[in-house]
């Protein structure tokens, strides 16, 4: 079992909708959460991170926490051309500062 | 966020030669360093973790010998590329982790083509 698993997508939706971006982790110990956006050719670039259950907002994004379900998600609202890219989750186990990545989900806003 | 850079941004090198890339936390120091490959259209692959002052820790069937890693300061880490072959071609990328708030920060990457 791969320590986060992601859906590879591709996945599309018409701007302005929201895209629904899921991730589950295998290790009930893992504490910290991240989602990291990949532009084609570039680095990935942290836009969250969460560490409670419950939902943490910032601008269209919000990022929801389970630990009970071991699953992680990446809400964008109101979904922009510019929002294309493939989205890294990311978790943290905080010993000896490991972190695992799942394989990203390519997502397409369609104009 | 915090800023990491690298350098170079690109390089092409002949077959046999060795690289050296840089990766620098520019506005804060980190102890650990992370150095990923990602070739296209694949996911990141973690190649090692570089803590500074001791060794790094290779990934399995990452050759420590060919990919050397150096954590000489809390600002700079160094990946060397020996003997580079065209499989080596590809996107190398380095973060630093900002240790007080847990949080990865990545460089720009490196793209690296050997002929």
């Known amino acids: 079992q791969k320590e986060v698993e992601q859906n590879s997508g591709p996945l599309s939706v018409p701007e302005g909708a929201i895209a629904s971006l899921n991730c589950t982790y295998s290790d009930r110990g893992s504490q910290s959460f991240f989602w990291y956006r990949q532009y084609s050719g570039k680095s990935p670039e942290l836009i969250m991170f969460?560490?409670?259950?419950g939902d943490k907002e910032d601008g269209r994004f919000t990022a929801q926490l389970n630990k009970a379900s071991q699953y992680v998600s990446l809400l964008i609202r109101d979904s922009q051309p510019s929002d294309s890219a493939t989205y890294l989750c990311?978790?943290?186990?905080?010993?000896?500062?490991?972190?695992?990545f799942g394989t990203g989900t390519s997502l397409t806003v369609i104009p | 966020g915090a800023v990491v850079s690298q350098h170079p941004s690109w390089v092409i090198c002949k077959s046999g030669t060795s690289v050296k890339i840089e990766c620098r936390s520019l506005?804060?120091?980190?102890?650990?360093m992370f150095w990923y490959r990602q070739f296209p259209k694949q996911s990141l692959m973690l190649m090692a973790t570089?803590?500074?002052?001791?060794?790094?820790?290779?990934e399995q069937g990452v050759e420590k010998d060919k990919f050397l890693i150096n954590h000489a300061s809390l600002t700079l880490s160094t990946l060397t590329v020996t003997s580079a072959h065209p499989e080596d071609s590809s996107f190398y990328i380095c973060?630093?982790?900002?240790?007080?708030?847990?949080?990865?920060?990545f460089g720009p990457g490196t793209r690296l083509t050997v002929l």
């Open positions: 570089s803590n500074e002052g001791s060794k790094a820790t290779y």
């Open positions: 506005d804060f120091q980190a102890t650990t």
């Open positions: 973060s630093a982790l900002l240790l007080d708030y847990n949080e990865q920060f």
């Open positions: 990311a978790v943290n186990r905080n010993t000896g500062n490991q972190f695992y």
């Open positions: 969460i560490y409670s259950n």
